[in-house]
């Protein structure tokens, strides 16, 4: 099994940052994708940003410009920095890892969430 671990969430007033990390572990033998979503209370579950293994960063229109995902592939670990944060991106964010583990299989796995909260 591969599980996630979710870190960075918090309250913030508006016009703030906050850096949102996500750490995979278990029985990884190859990384595809890494993304971020969100679900706001009430709304569907958002893709907010995807960075696949050797590909290009992808952000959904309402956060082009001001956040940012990246990743260290050495520690399986996947980073959303946000900035100039609106009460519109209050959501818990979950972090999305999809590939191979080990036996060859392919996996889907999600982190729990982190509660992440705008003021304004």
């Known amino acids: 099994q591969v599980q996630l671990v979710e870190s960075g969430g918090g309250l913030v007033q508006e016009g703030g940052s906050l850096r949102l990390s996500c750490e995979a572990s278990?029985?990884?033998?190859?990384?595809?994708?890494m993304d971020w979503y969100r679900q706001a209370p009430g709304k569907q579950r958002e893709l907010v940003a995807t960075?696949?293994?050797?590909?290009?960063?992808n952000y959904a229109d309402s956060v082009k410009g001001r956040f940012t995902i990246s990743r260290d592939n050495a520690k399986n670990a996947v980073s959303l920095q946000m900035n100039s944060l609106k009460p519109e991106d209050t959501a818990v964010y979950h972090c999305?890892?999809?590939?191979?583990?080990?036996?060859?299989?392919?996996?889907?796995?999600w982190g729990p969430g982190t509660q992440v909260t705008v003021s304004s």
């Open positions: 960075l696949p293994t050797g590909g290009t960063t």
């Open positions: 278990g029985s990884i033998f190859a990384i595809f994708t």
């Open positions: 999305n890892v999809k590939g191979y583990n080990s036996r060859g299989q392919k996996f889907d796995s």
